[in-house]
């Protein structure tokens, strides 16, 4: 069956997300998304679009949702590539600045994604084992071979690194690209986008998916020097001048703009968050200090694989990784309070029956 697959697709060890259980009775918290709605002038925006110009294609530069990031971050329009999801940034830019040959550096705990497009681009990689305490040891990332990449703060620890940090491994490798990933940054102190004006080898990426709760419209963004942002336009325009289309640009711009709205709904899940990790710490849990939209927690007596299971049959998902050392670690998505309250009482019941 496979004799016609290129040597890619047979090397390709795809992604497997969080499950998309669909159902009224399912509480989710196992793929981080939001649990508010998006800001009202995002469906306002998005019924005008598409009343009006649905025959036309998309704006092949993304304007003017370029323009209303640059804004948000004070920088350039030509310092902003859009992307479709954070995802399909990460993909170009593995393919803009990393190297078959040349290894790359990444943590050995992190979003899985990154292992997935060095293998399907065929670009070497060396994974940094954590420190005991889950930070990640940053002298292990200097001087790579082909480039950095991390999330900050990193999945699934939810822990944030310091932008004194971040700059010594960028000034550490100042001969290949940097990729910070800072897909829940908005939960957390401050983003690194300000370094970028120094840095000619920073590339800051992040995504509308999480503080925004456009997840399911598939917007995400790079913030660089032009230099790179237009490595990224190549590759893009190599393969489909329009990846983002016309309900998400003006989408995603309504939600950038509506800056009120997006500090509110991230306030109230940060406040859920402090009290849930408490309440977690008070049933046996040790919690790490999140600065993300999910906490990830280890029981002290208590296997993770059997909680997370228990749970899921009493229809509650929350996620678990099955590998060393964090196999006894539960990853939960923060959700509304009314939310985390059911959480809780699955939680108890699952751990009475244990
Ligand atoms: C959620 C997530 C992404 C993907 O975001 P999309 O924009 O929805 O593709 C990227 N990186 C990390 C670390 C994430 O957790």
Not at 58 to 64: A, F, G, I, K, R
Not at 86 to 96: H, N, P, Q, T
Not at 117 to 137: C, S
Request: proline share 6%.
């Amino acid at each position: 069956m496979t004799k016609y697959w290129s040597k890619m697709v047979k090397r390709a060890t795809p992604y497997v997300p969080g499950k998309q259980m669909d159902g009224e009775n399912i509480l989710k918290l196992n793929t981080n998304e939001n649990p508010y709605p998006p800001s009202p002038n995002v469906f306002q925006a998005i019924e005008k679009e598409l009343k009006t110009s649905l025959q036309l294609y998309p704006s092949p530069t993304v304007q003017p949702l370029r323009k209303a990031v640059g804004q948000l971050y004070d920088v350039p329009e030509d310092y902003v590539f859009i992307g479709n999801g954070s995802d399909e940034v990460l993909a170009f830019s593995f393919m803009a600045f990393f190297e078959p040959g040349e290894r790359i550096v990444f943590p050995k705990i992190t979003y899985s994604f990154y292992e997935v497009y060095a293998t399907l681009f065929n670009i070497p990689y060396e994974q940094v084992t954590l420190n005991r305490d889950f930070t990640i040891p940053i002298e292990k990332m200097f001087q790579a071979d082909g480039g950095v990449i991390f999330p900050n703060p990193n999945a699934p620890t939810s822990l944030y690194m310091s932008l004194d940090l971040i700059t010594e491994v960028v000034e550490q490798n100042p001969h290949k690209v940097v990729i910070i990933d800072e897909a829940y940054i908005d939960f957390a102190k401050e983003s690194a986008v300000k370094l970028v004006h120094k840095y000619d080898n920073l590339l800051i990426i992040q995504t509308t998916s999480k503080s925004r709760a456009l997840a399911g419209l598939r917007v995400g963004f790079a913030i660089g020097q032009p230099q790179l942002i237009e490595a990224l336009v190549r590759i893009k325009d190599s393969m489909n001048s329009y990846t983002i289309d016309r309900l998400a640009i003006v989408g995603a711009e309504a939600a950038i703009n509506d800056i009120s709205y997006t500090k509110q709904s991230i306030e109230k899940i940060i406040q859920t968050r402090e009290w849930a990790s408490e309440k977690l710490r008070e049933m046996g849990f040790s919690v790490l200090p999140s600065q993300t939209n999910f906490l990830f927690a280890e029981h002290y007596l208590h296997d993770g694989l059997t909680l997370q299971q228990k749970l899921q049959a009493k229809n509650v998902l929350i996620r678990h990784f099955n590998v060393e050392p964090i196999h006894n670690y539960l990853r939960i998505t923060i959700g509304t309070d009314k939310q985390m309250e059911q959480f809780f009482n699955k939680l108890q019941k699952a751990m009475e029956q244990m």
